[in-house]
């Protein structure tokens, strides 16, 4: 499912039109976008958690020629699935 098929999905869940929907869900995604930039979380109960977790720079290899790279330092999105959640996809 894209972006254009879960804005429908949410319209016809919602029973609103495609134009609010999208609204809402942009709304959502900065949102979360702008709390992980803040170093908080985002916990939605039964569904997951939202982190910025931190990844320490490191000494990795290129596949193709086997030299070794220095990869930086970075913030990386983490997502945790909620015990509903996964009940709900078993």
């Known amino acids: 499912m894209n ?3 879960f804005i429908s ?3 016809e869940a919602a029973g ?3 134009s609010d929907a999208t609204a809402h869900v942009e709304a959502m995604i900065d949102v979360v976008t702008s709390a992980l930039k803040s170093s908080n979380e985002v916990a939605l109960v039964g569904f997951g ?3 910025a977790k931190k ?3 490191r000494t990795g290899r290129n596949p193709r020629t086997g030299e ?3 990869i930086a330092a970075s913030v990386v999105p983490s997502f945790k699935a909620g015990k ?3 009940d709900a996809l078993n």
Request: overall charge positive; aromatic content about 10%; charged content about 40%.
């Open 3 to 5: 972006k254009a098929e």
């Open 9 to 11: 999905a949410v319209s």
């Open 16 to 18: 609103s039109s495609k």
């Open 49 to 51: 958690t939202f982190k």
């Open 55 to 57: 990844r320490e720079a």
């Open 68 to 70: 070794s790279i220095k």
């Open 84 to 86: 509903a959640f996964k």
